[in-house]
């Protein structure tokens, strides 16, 4: 069984960067990706990047060239926010796919088996 921590978010301005770090533990063997969602009240949860075999990254276009996704050997996965916009303000999920079933590019939250409990981000002057 994965375990998943996030690290808490905060309260920023636009512009400002933040990053984000999630804990993993249990069975990291079983590890075949980690991703990072979001989420907003009313809408569903929605992939932001996701790393495989360390440097494979896929990022969602809204935040492509200002999130960058990495991860230290499957025991962290990290989620570096810069220019962050008010409309980046959502919940904040980590996530372990094991398989290559799990691990698409189109980052279907549906598929992924193990989660963090999340954590706020708030983007706002």
């Known amino acids: 069984q994965v375990q998943l921590m996030e690290s808490a978010g905060g309260s920023v301005q636009p512009g400002d960067s933040l990053k984000l770090s999630c804990e993993v533990s249990?069975?990291?063997?079983?590890?075949?990706?980690l991703a990072w969602f979001r989420q907003v009240p009313g809408k569903e949860r929605e992939g932001v990047a996701r790393?495989?075999?360390?440097?494979?990254v896929k990022y969602a276009a809204a935040v492509d060239g200002r999130f960058y996704i990495s991860d230290d050997y499957d025991k962290r996965v990290y989620l570096q926010m810069n220019s962050l916009k008010p409309e980046d303000t959502a919940v904040y999920y980590c996530?372990?796919?094991?398989?290559?079933?799990?691990?698409?590019?189109?980052?279907?939250?549906?598929?992924?088996?193990?989660w963090g409990q999340g954590t706020q981000v708030t983007v706002s002057s």
């Open positions: 996530a372990a796919g094991v398989d290559r079933r799990t691990c698409t590019e189109e980052m279907d939250a549906h598929l992924y088996p193990f």
């Open positions: 249990g069975g990291i063997a079983s590890v075949y990706c």
């Open positions: 790393i495989r075999e360390h440097s494979l």
